[in-house]
């Protein structure tokens, strides 16, 4: 008699993690899910997955501002919300305008604060990919520049970029990495002028561009 043999379905792939932000949401908990959906993006091409397998809360307050969420790691699923109001698993005091950098040791449960803060300071994507992410996000709002011409300057020179087409232009110039930052929300453009970059423009863009950089820290 053969024996028949029973072949069983693989194991259904792992979901992707999901970054959930609550309703009406201050701009913190704004950049901290703006900036943890950029890198879920990074991880799932990479073949890995943002912070699998974390369960806890983590509180993200500011180091110098009253500004704080909440971090609720559970599987798959990551939820932003406003405000510390339960005792955390970890918290974790932050540069909001550093790119999220420890300004004090993480207090509780150091292995969930060192993989939150791992998620929210993933290396910056090359200068180009981020501005090219940044003018496509952008060409929405009224009054944007048709063209975007970048000068990054790096440790081997400097490089240009240009990005649409059309008869107005706005040009950035700066180190490539603050560049990354800028282009992928990472960074306040205003702060980032304060520390290096330039631009040529007239004022109404600025002010065009201004909003441009919130759409991509913020997602308004």
């Not at 990551?78 to 300004?103: C, Y």
Request: negative net charge; aromatic residues 6%; contains cysteine.
């Amino acid at each position: 008699m053969t024996e028949s043999t029973t072949i069983e379905a693989p194991p259904p792939p792992l979901e992707v993690t999901r970054i959930l932000v609550e309703e009406d949401a201050t701009p913190v908990v704004r950049l901290i899910g703006c900036t943890l959906r950029d890198a879920a993006a990074v991880a799932r091409d990479g073949g890995d997955e943002l912070v699998a397998g974390f369960l806890g809360t983590v509180a993200v307050r500011s180091h110098d501002t009253p500004q704080a969420a909440t971090v609720t790691l559970a599987g798959d699923v990551v939820e932003v919300t406003s405000g510390v109001f339960l005792e955390p698993t970890a918290s974790v005091v932050v540069d909001l305008n550093a790119r999220f950098a420890p300004t004090e040791e993480p207090t509780g449960d150091a292995e969930l604060a060192a993989a939150l803060l791992g998620a929210l300071r993933r290396p910056m994507a090359p200068w180009r990919d981020a501005a090219a992410r940044f003018w496509a996000a952008t060409r929405e709002i009224p009054g944007i520049p048709d063209v975007l011409v970048v000068e990054a300057t790096g440790p081997d020179g400097s490089e240009r970029g240009r990005f649409g087409e059309g008869a107005t232009t706005y040009g950035i110039a700066g180190p490539a990495d603050l560049l990354s930052g800028v282009f992928s929300g990472a960074d306040d453009f205003l702060v980032a002028l304060a520390a290096g970059l330039q631009v040529d423009g007239t004022l109404s863009q600025l002010s065009v561009m201004t909003a441009a950089s919130w759409r991509v820290r913020f997602d308004v």
